[in-house]
C-alpha cells in the first residue's frame, strides 16, 4: 500500500459527520466494508451513515442489522465511496453526491478515481480485503462486528472463496479476520443459500424446458415472460439460472435466453472450462466479457434468436477446435 | 504437534514400498491426502501406492490422476493409512491390512489409535490439514501437486471453507498452499459443482412433490422408489435433496423421506438454524444425529411415516417455544 493511499485513509478516519456511499443495487461486498468501517467510526465516537440507491436484498439484511433502505441521515463534513467503480454506479438517488467524494475506496482496477482521494487497490479480491489492509495499516482497532462485516465482504466477492480473485492474500485476511468472535457459516448460509420458494420453483420450470445439444456439450434455456408469470418468479430469480445448468456434467458451453420486457432477448452466456471462449459468441451480436462468462442482447424472437445463437457456438467450436 | 507424532511422521518419511491406505468409498479428503502424501514419496525417489475399498467417483478423478480403481500393487514395507478413523472404515478389500497398519494419519477426535503409530490431530479440519502441518513441522518439500493435492482435500472436508470446522488455522494454510501455482477455482469446480443431467431432473420432480406445512417452516419431502425410477434416479442422486430444501426462505425444519428398496422410510432431517433441535426428532424414532443434522428410520408406508413425522415435529416445536 503507497503512503499516499494511507496518509488519505488516516485523514479519513480523523473525521465526523462521515456519510459512506454504496453502488446502487448494493451487494455483499460494499455493504459489508460500509458497514465494518461504519462500526469503526462508531467505536471512535462519531456521528456516521450508510446510503444507496435501491434497496438491500433480504439475503444481505444481517450485514445492515436489518436495515431494508438506507438514506442520508445529515449533511455531511467527509463523504467516502466503498467499492464504487465509477460515480455514476452511487444511482439517482446519490447522484448529488457525484462531484463532492473526498475520499474513494475501491478494489475495481476499472475505477474512474473521481475523488478528492483515490485509494483503489485493483489486484483485491473485494473491497472487504481492501478495507482490512488499511485499518491493519493504519491501526484502527477491529472488532468483532467490524471482523463479521469485513468476513462477509470477502466471502460475498469471492464467491465463498471460490473464484479466481481469491488469492493467498484473501486466505490469509481470512484468516486474521476467524480469530475474532462471530458465526462464520450463519454469515455465509444467509447470504447464499437462503433462496424463495419461487426461485426453486422456476428453476424446476427451467429444468423442464433444457434444450441439450451436442451430445450434451451446448445446454441452452429460452425463458419465457410467460415462464416468469406462471411461476410467480421475479426477474432477478433466473439470474443464476445459468450457473445451475452450468453444472450439468458433459455441458462446455450453456446459456439462458430471457425474454426482456420489451420483447427481446438477453443472453447469459457460460463456459464450463477454458476451452471455449463464449466473449467471442456474445461479440457477434454485439455484446461482450469474459471467455468463461459473457453476455449480450438479442433483437428477435426466442426461436430465432435460440437458432442464431446456436449457430454462433457451432461456428465457435470449430474455430476453438483450429487452436487447440 | 508433540514430539511423539513428529518422529513417527520423520520415521514414515525415511520409508520405501509404502502403501497408503484410504477409507471405503473413498472423498475427497482422503484421496486428497492420500495422493499428496504419496507425491511426496515419489519426489524422494520411492515405490509408494494408494489403495482403497469401492471406486473412486468422477468428480474425484483429477485427485486420483483419472483412476478409477485402486489397488494395492506390491507388497509393502510401511502401511500408513490416512483419514480412516477405525480400522472397519477401511472395508473389505483392505480388511487384510487391519492388523498392520504402522502409522495412522487421521483428524477424527473419535479415531480408535488402531495403529503401532496413531497420529491423530482431532481439532483439524481435514486429513489434508493435518498433512499439510506434518509437511511443515518436518521439512518435507511441498510442490505443485503437492499443494493442489492439499487444497482439494481441504476444500472437501470444509464444503469450499463454508462448514464450521473451518478455522483461523485452516485459512491460514490455505494460504500458503495458494502461493504455489494450480488452478484453485477448477479444483473446487471439478468437486462440488459437475451434477449428472439425471439428478437435476430428479431435483425437478422433487420439488413437483414438496409439502410445506406450518406457513412454510416445515418442508417434507417424500421420495418414492417410483419417483427414483420414472427420473432414472440412483439413490446417490437424492442424498443432497436435503440440503436443496433446506434452503427455502422461511423453512426452520425440512426433511427428505426416502423409501427403502426394503420397504421402509429413511429420513433425513435438518434445520435452518440452532432454534429448532431435529435430533430430539430422530430419537422419537430410535434415530439420532447432531442438533441441526440428523436422521432415523421409520418402519411403516410413506403416508404413514409423514404423519407420525409430522406429529413429532409439531410436538417438538412446542418444546421449543418452552425453551426459548
Not at 462471530?182 to 426453486?200: E, G, H, T, W, Y
Request: aromatic letters at 8%; a negative charge.
Amino acid at each position: 500500500m503507497n503512503e499516499t493511499c494511507l496518509a488519505a485513509f488516516r485523514e479519513l478516519m480523523t473525521m465526523d459527520d462521515v456519510l459512506i456511499l454504496v453502488h446502487r443495487n448494493p451487494d455483499g461486498d460494499c455493504l459489508g466494508t460500509a458497514f465494518a468501517l461504519k462500526r469503526a467510526f462508531e467505536n471512535l465516537g462519531r456521528r456516521v451513515c450508510v446510503a444507496a440507491t435501491g434497496t438491500v436484498d433480504r439475503n444481505l439484511r444481517d450485514i445492515t442489522d436489518g436495515a431494508e433502505e438506507l438514506k442520508p441521515k445529515f449533511l455531511p463534513s467527509a463523504i467516502v465511496t466503498v467499492d464504487v467503480a465509477t460515480a455514476q454506479m452511487l444511482g439517482p438517488d446519490l447522484a448529488c453526491y457525484a462531484d463532492s467524494v473526498d475520499y474513494n475506496i475501491d478494489h475495481h482496477y476499472t475505477n474512474t478515481e473521481y475523488a478528492r482521494n483515490n485509494i483503489v487497490f485493483g489486484s483485491a479480491s473485494s473491497a472487504g480485503e481492501v478495507l482490512f489492509d488499511l485499518f491493519s495499516a493504519c491501526g484502527v482497532e477491529i472488532d468483532d462486528v467490524i471482523a463479521e462485516k469485513l468476513y462477509a465482504a470477502i466471502a460475498f466477492d469471492t464467491g465463498c472463496f471460490r473464484y479466481s480473485n481469491t488469492t493467498a492474500h484473501t486466505h490469509w485476511v481470512t484468516s486474521e479476520l476467524m480469530k475474532y468472535s462471530f458465526d462464520a457459516p450463519r454469515v455465509v448460509r444467509k447470504m447464499f443459500d437462503v433462496v424463495p420458494l419461487r426461485q426453486l420453483k422456476m428453476e424446476r420450470a427451467a429444468l423442464d424446458a433444457l434444450h441439450v445439444y451436442r451430445d450434451g456439450t451446448v445446454v441452452l434455456l429460452p425463458i419465457s415472460r410467460k415462464m416468469l408469470e406462471e411461476n410467480g418468479a421475479l426477474d432477478e430469480d433466473v439470474s443464476g439460472m445459468v450457473s445451475l445448468i452450468r453444472r450439468i456434467e458433459g455441458c462446455v458451453v450453456c446459456a439462458t435466453l430471457k425474454e426482456t420486457k420489451e420483447g427481446d432477448v438477453k443472453v447469459s452466456l457460460r463456459s464450463a472450462d477454458d476451452i471455449f471462449d463464449v466473449s467471442a459468441v456474445a461479440a457477434v451480436f454485439g455484446g461482450g466479457g469474459h471467455v468463461k462468462a459473457s453476455g449480450c442482447l438479442i433483437k428477435s424472437t426466442m426461436e430465432e434468436a435460440e437458432a442464431r445463437l446456436l449457430q454462433a457456438i457451432e461456428t465457435r467450436f470449430l474455430k476453438e477446435k483450429e487452436i487447440h
